[in-house]
């Protein structure tokens, strides 16, 4: 029986192992925790999340929700444990973090075909290998992919400050989601108005960043991620049409529409905890106690976490890697996970179940496949492993990657639904090949 090294016990690598698996093929897949963390991670089990808990919109008629029925459909681990530990979000999917780990963990450990390794890989092996080191591999890791790469690429990546729910103080925000989508208790708002609101924006752009470790020295900053300070250096304006829009709410003790608002959305299923909506950031942590305590809601916030900033890294796919995720010049060695510029925890898992099956394949001696472009999964395989892009970034979900339909839809909830079925049928012929 072949067997298959996957190095990273993140999102992408889970996935990877359970689809090797579910196809009969034994599997190591190897996790440097606990021996060794990334300056993130501090959970011990397999695919922390390390950003937030949320994993973007449920609807069918948006991307995110037309990625998570794909992988639904593929027989993804992370969905599966994900719908099992989820948490009122509005019209997001968001979960337990600790829970869902904790369920992932479960499951591959109790497979009888997937051996966890706890140590960490230097090198990138030979045989039937799958990088899904993740955004933080280590250091050493990070030097044997460069070498085979021959170049790497490297971002940052901030996570956002979590407070207690009995911190917040209620009477200075409310409760609703925008655009009154879904329970109304899903997300407390903190409205500023325009003084208060100036007032902040001041002390952000004032407040001191924390030192970057000497390997995060760069500060190419992606756009996805931008910590809020940044952003809010750019323009008096820019993070009130971010992080911070009004708009679709209305405060209900004022009857009108807020000047700014900060959102908390709940960290785990008791509500306990809330994360602040868009807060990704580097400052240090007196500065986020003080700046943030400024908005009113929060002037007696208890912060459970501060935001932390850390390198994130992707290599250059489209002059690497095929649709398939395989490396272009060695048959054996597949990526996935956010190295490969998907942006984004689904995506990232997305990009895990593509390498599996597809190095299952190949040990089986079957033709790899690439799902059609009119699927989310597809459209994502080809957007890495396109040679034409120039000036790659990474890719979450989107519409915009996908063919449009023909003759063009108006309506922008008809045309995103119509996107969503021709995925889904797509992707139903493709499920049936052998």
Not at 4 to 14: D, H, P, R, S, T
Request: aromatic content about 8%.
């Amino acid at each position: 029986m072949s067997k298959v090294k996957v190095i990273g016990g993140g999102l992408a690598g889970v996935e990877a192992a359970w689809q090797l698996a579910q196809s009969n093929i034994e599997v190591e897949l190897f996790e440097m925790k606990p021996k060794k963390f990334s300056p993130a991670h501090h959970m011990t089990t397999l695919a922390e999340l390390v950003c937030s808990n949320s994993l973007k919109a449920k609807r069918l008629e948006s991307a995110a929700g037309l990625l998570k029925e794909e992988m639904r459909r593929l027989g993804s681990i992370c969905m599966q444990c994900a719908d099992k530990c989820e948490v009122p979000a509005g019209g997001a999917l968001a979960v337990d973090r600790d829970r869902f780990s904790e369920l992932v963990t479960e499951r591959i450990v109790s497979h009888p075909l997937i051996t966890v390794v706890h140590e960490e890989v230097s090198e990138i092996p030979q045989g039937n290998v799958i990088v899904a080191a993740g955004p933080l591999a280590s250091e050493s890791l990070s030097r044997s992919i460069s070498d085979i790469c021959g170049t790497g690429l490297f971002f940052f990546d901030a996570a956002a400050p979590i407070v207690t729910a009995e911190s917040i103080d209620y009477e200075l925000s409310f409760c609703a989601s925008r655009y009154d989508r879904g329970g109304d208790d899903d997300y407390i708002n903190c409205p500023m108005n325009k003084e208060q609101y100036e007032a902040f924006l001041e002390a952000l752009i004032n407040a001191e960043s924390a030192e970057l470790h000497s390997f995060d020295k760069r500060r190419d900053v992606y756009e996805g991620c931008m910590p809020i300070e940044v952003m809010a250096a750019r323009g008096k304006d820019t993070i009130r049409f971010g992080p911070l829009k009004p708009v679709g709410l209305r405060d209900p003790k004022t009857g009108h529409r807020p000047w700014a608002v900060l959102q908390l959305r709940k960290e785990n299923k008791s509500g306990t905890l809330y994360n602040l909506v868009g807060f990704q950031t580097n400052l240090k942590f007196p500065e986020q106690k003080r700046v943030f305590s400024m908005i009113p809601a929060l002037h007696n916030a208890e912060f459970v976490r501060y935001g932390v900033m850390h390198r994130n890294t992707y290599i250059d796919s489209p002059r690497l890697l095929s649709g398939d995720f395989s490396f272009r010049k060695r048959s054996d060695l597949f990526f996935a996970g956010q190295i490969t510029g998907v942006e984004g925890y689904m995506e990232s898992a997305a990009s895990g179940i593509m390498a599996g099956i597809n190095m299952s394949r190949r040990i089986n001696k079957k033709e790899t496949v690439v799902f059609p472009e009119t699927t989310m999964i597809g459209a994502l395989s080809r957007y890495i492993s396109d040679e034409s892009v120039s000036n790659f970034q990474p890719m979450g979900a989107n519409f915009g990657i996908l063919p449009p339909i023909e003759p063009k839809i108006r309506d922008k909830k008809e045309r995103y639904a119509a996107l969503s079925k021709r995925a889904l049928d797509s992707l139903s012929d493709v499920i049936r090949l052998p």
